[in-house]
């Protein structure tokens, strides 16, 4: 029973370089959460997305940052042209096809992103 | 937007003593979930409360849902040092909408 895979664990890039992260999520979960923490603050949502679709991306910044879920493969949280500010951890989480009103989230150990 | 509150933001507890963190919301919520972060992990699932005024237990924790579905607390009896970690409480709006988690508060545990 394999949880939320993420990978890598931890990933540095020089700024202006290109960070992505993968996101494979527990068997039979079909959504797909990202979350963004920096050192000692909570989880901010970023993007919430079902296979091929994106349901919400109210908390994604408008330039450099997207994500996909393909029908087939992991999720991707693609940042472009990374920069310092870009440092800190981001996490997946997934939940069954339910939604989050009757489903806990299960998380993933999270990508480490540094930018030198 | 919906903004959720968690107070303290660090709570230094002495081994064997009880304490209580508080979750506030903006807007009322569907339901609450309570999520535990040990240092360096990754935030794992506690509990969820979904009827007003609703109480759970688990073992030494006690969660509670305010009457108005706005507020939400966690009671920790007896502390012990695998308490250590930050607590994060998170909700939601309405049927299938996304988390919204508070800041946390970070539990250090003095032997």
């Known amino acids: 029973n394999a949880g939320v895979m993420q990978n890598p664990r931890h990933l540095v890039r020089r700024r202006g370089q290109e960070a992505r992260l993968r996101c494979s999520p527990m068997k039979g979960h079909s959504h797909v959460y990202w979350y963004r923490q920096l050192p000692e603050e909570g989880l901010k949502f970023m993007v919430y997305?079902?296979?091929?679709?994106?349901?919400?991306e109210s908390g994604m910044p408008k330039e450099r940052f997207s994500a996909e879920f393909p029908k087939e493969g992991p999720s991707i949280l693609r940042i472009q042209q990374v920069v310092r500010g870009d440092s800190a951890a981001y996490f997946c989480?997934?939940?069954?096809?339910?939604?989050?009103?009757?489903?806990?989230?299960?998380f993933g150990n999270g990508t480490r992103l540094t930018v030198t | 937007g919906q903004q959720v509150m968690q107070i303290p933001q660090y709570q230094h507890v002495q081994e064997g003593e009880d304490f209580t963190t508080y979750c506030n919301s903006s807007?009322?919520?569907?339901?609450i979930q309570w999520y535990k972060q040990r240092p360096g992990g990754h935030p794992v699932f506690l509990i969820q409360?979904?009827?007003?005024?609703e109480v759970k237990k688990q073992k030494r924790l006690t969660f509670q849902f305010g009457e108005a579905k706005k507020n939400s607390s966690l009671h920790i009896t007896a502390t012990q040092t695998t308490d250590v970690g930050t607590y994060f409480c998170a909700g939601a709006q309405a049927a299938g909408n996304k988390l919204t988690f508070g800041g946390g508060t970070r539990v250090l545990v003095k032997p």
């Open positions: 997305l079902q296979k091929e679709n994106i349901i919400d």
């Open positions: 989480a997934s939940s069954p096809s339910q939604g989050t009103s009757n489903s806990p989230l299960h």
């Open positions: 807007t009322t919520l569907s339901n």
């Open positions: 409360l979904v009827k007003s005024g």
